[in-house]
């Protein structure tokens, strides 16, 4: 009997030692992913911070260019085509600078809510690394098969809730961004 419970003893370090080296295998690809998505997800936010301010900063120089044009255009087309004199041409002539300001206005709104949405999901994935990181360590722990699993449903868990609280902040972020490019719209282009 002693040579069966050496070789049962035998054949479960085998195993503890299989499960440990198979659970620092996966620790290590992971951490591999892990780093090469938080460089990638750092290099995009980068970009897309970069772009971001471009684009609001463009926005907000050309607002009042672009009021200012389409007021001189509006005026001689007025005055070309005689569609509009005296008091009227200036009122319909500043309205449509009004006009193209909210235009402008809202698609800076719109550029800022992209912006921050973006931020959130780049959170995401750098939290998502960073935890995934210290879950996947725990693997690396597992002295059985059970533990392995039970970790395993954890980061599945742990993924799935921080994905639902990132989304539903994407949604609260779109839905504010939307309704501020409407008040923009709706208290800029009604007729004064």
Do not use: Y
């Not at 897309?48 to 260019?65: D, P």
């Not at 005689?82 to 206005?105: K, M």
């Not at 973006?118 to 693997?139: D, G, I, K, P």
């Amino acid at each position: 009997m002693a040579p069966n419970r050496q070789t049962e003893k035998d054949m479960a370090e085998t195993g503890h030692e299989t499960t440990r080296r198979a659970a620092a295998h996966a620790a290590q690809t992971a951490r591999t992913m892990s780093d090469a998505a938080e460089r990638t997800a750092r290099n995009g936010a980068d970009v897309l911070q970069r772009n971001s301010e471009q684009v609001r900063q463009t926005f907000e120089m050309g607002s009042e260019t672009a009021a200012r044009i389409a007021e001189r255009a509006f005026g001689q087309f007025a005055r070309v085509f005689g569609v509009v004199t005296g008091d009227n041409a200036q009122q319909a002539t500043h309205q449509s600078a009004r006009n193209v300001e909210a235009i402008l206005h809202s698609s800076a709104i719109l550029a800022d809510g992209v912006q921050t949405i973006s931020r959130e999901w780049l959170t995401f994935v750098h939290n998502r690394a960073e935890r995934s990181m210290a879950q996947l360590e725990a693997l690396t722990n597992c002295r059985s098969m059970q533990d392995c699993i039970a970790a395993q449903t954890d980061l599945v868990r742990d993924n799935l809730q921080d994905l639902l609280q990132t989304t539903k902040r994407v949604a609260e972020v779109s839905t504010r961004m939307v309704d501020e490019a409407a008040q923009t719209g709706d208290s800029t282009l009604a007729p004064r």
